[in-house]
Antibody
Framework: EVQLVESGGGLVQPGGSLRLSCAAS????????MTWVRQAPGKGLEWVSS????????YYADSVKGRFTISRDNSKNTLNLFISSLRVDDTAIYHC??????????????WGQGTTVSVSS | SYELTQAPSVSVSPGQTARITCSGD??????AYWYQQKSGQAPVLVIY???KRPSGIPERFSGSSSGTMATLTISGAQVEDEADYYC??????????????FGGGTKLTVL
């Protein structure tokens, strides 16, 4: 069974930073792209960033480019998202999602429950 | 930036057919994907590559695509199908890089 468990969320002040992680199990991690998707309170889904499975090619939404960095450790089956220069509108649940194939951004076929990031002074 | 457009809400009675549409200029060349999100839960993939249904998804869920519009059809909608539905595609943005894009979501009410 595919499992994705996010961690690292919390309350942070504007301008601060956080490192989100996603522990993956139940599939051959290195063979699949991975993606972060966020959902602000009461709002829709927003694609944030994706990374391919093998050559680590990365893709970012315009709203986070230059502030967020996605990475993966295929030896530890872990996906990471370093988020910096946080703004109030970055407040959201951040979901980790497994890609349907090795290429990014592609699509997502299994999602984690998410970790909550709150940005407030 | 690229957009996928969905109607905010659709309402049907149990047993009726619900149709949820998604429009976007890239859809003639790019696949559409559909996600169901029930209140307080993570999204679930219900249709991929326009028309394919993942294992475990009921047969009443089907997808189609024609021109700039993709459609999710729920034949004989049930109360448990009440949820938000999002379309998604991966497109080349104006910057020249691939990006993922979600539609704004459609709230399906079955009552």
């Amino acid at each position: 069974e595919v499992q994705l468990v996010e961690s690292g969320g919390g309350l942070v002040q504007p301008g601060g930073s956080l490192r989100l992680s996603c522990a993956a199990s139940g599939f051959n991690f290195r063979n699949f792209a991975m993606t972060w998707v966020r959902q602000a309170p009461g709002k829709g889904l927003e694609w944030v960033s994706s990374i391919s499975g093998s050559d680590y090619t990365t893709y970012y939404a315009d709203s986070v480019k230059g502030r967020f960095t996605i990475s993966r450790d295929n030896s530890k089956n872990t996906l990471n998202l370093f988020i910096s220069s946080l703004r109030v509108d970055d407040t959201a649940i951040y979901h980790c999602a497994k890609g349907g194939g090795i290429a990014a951004p592609g699509y997502m076929d299994v999602w984690g429950q998410g970790t909550t990031v709150s940005v407030s002074s | 930036s690229y957009e996928l457009t969905q109607a905010p809400s659709v309402s049907v009675s149990p047993g009726q057919t619900a149709r949820i549409t998604c429009s976007g200029d890239a859809l003639p060349k790019k696949f559409a994907y559909w996600y169901q999100q029930k209140s307080g839960q993570a999204p679930v993939l219900v249709i991929y590559e326009d028309i394919k249904r993942p294992s475990g998804i009921p047969e009443r869920f089907s997808g189609s695509s024609s021109g700039t519009m993709a459609t999710l059809t729920i034949s004989g909608a049930q109360v448990e199908d009440e949820a938000d539905y999002y379309c998604y595609s991966a497109v080349i943005a104006s910057s020249g890089n691939y990006q993922g894009v979600f539609g704004g979501g459609t709230k399906l009410t079955v009552l």
